[in-house]
């Protein structure tokens, strides 16, 4: 069963510190593996898109690692700030004729001041 | 500005009724998404379109239906017969092929009263 599983469910930091986020999969034909961000209540938003080829990569201060050998992905967030308080959900895309989605349930991060 | 627009935001449905939700593209992608949030869940994929005209079963499609007569519009339908509608309801969009971004729309929220 082509499954995505995150950890941990939840994460309460102070601002300025940094954290790391986990995701395992088991989806196969794998296409791709994205990171969103989606604030309460509105729709997610990519961070980043990394294939099988790519082992990480950076979109400003978020770091996503993949590691296609053992399935298991990171996003590192770096001198959090207040506004990345929001849930992180990590998604893997199957390599299938409309590559299908298939989420994690996501990590709630909040960022205190 | 191109984007994907839901409308509306919140949606109230007494029992027993169908109810549209909105779901528009000035993106010029030809494959579209529905999905479903349920607390504590992945998003789950209702119907899915890859071109005008034509559009697949996703894994909950059962009491929902929809069309696709133009290439920006992917309007979803919430009948009597879905047992549970009341959930966060996202559209997508993206282009063709593979490693594509998928773009969200900000949801819309129906609840059943």
């Known amino acids: 069963k082509n499954q995505v599983e995150q950890s941990p469910q939840s994460l309460i930091i102070l601002e300025g510190k940094n954290c790391t986020l986990q995701c395992n999969y088991t989806v196969s034909p794998f296409s791709n593996l994205r990171w969103y961000k989606q604030d309460t209540g509105r729709g997610p938003v990519s961070l980043t898109i990394?294939?099988?080829?790519?082992n990480t990569k950076s979109n400003g201060r978020y770091t996503a690692t993949l590691d296609a050998d053992t399935k298991q992905s990171s996003l590192h967030i770096t001198a959090s700030q207040l506004s990345d308080s929001a849930s992180y959900i990590c998604?893997?895309?199957?390599?299938?004729?409309?590559?299908?989605?298939?989420f994690g349930t996501g990590t709630r991060l909040l960022v205190s001041p | 500005d191109g984007g994907i627009t839901q409308s509306p935001k919140y949606l109230f449905r007494k029992e027993g009724q169908n109810v549209t939700l909105s779901c528009e593209q000035n993106l010029n992608h030809d494959a579209m998404y529905w999905y479903r949030q349920d607390p504590g869940q992945g998003l789950r994929l209702i119907y899915y379109s890859q071109i005008v005209n034509d559009f697949q079963k996703g894994d909950i499609a059962e009491g929902y239906s929809v069309s696709r007569e133009k290439k920006e519009s992917f309007p979803l339908t919430v009948t009597s017969a879905q047992k549970n509608p009341t959930a966060f309801y996202l559209c997508a969009s993206r282009l063709t092929g593979q490693n594509t971004e998928a773009f969200f729309g900000q949801g819309t929220r129906l609840t059943v009263v």
């Open positions: 998604v893997v895309s199957l390599n299938t004729g409309f590559q299908k989605l298939v």
């Open positions: 990394m294939t099988f080829s790519e």
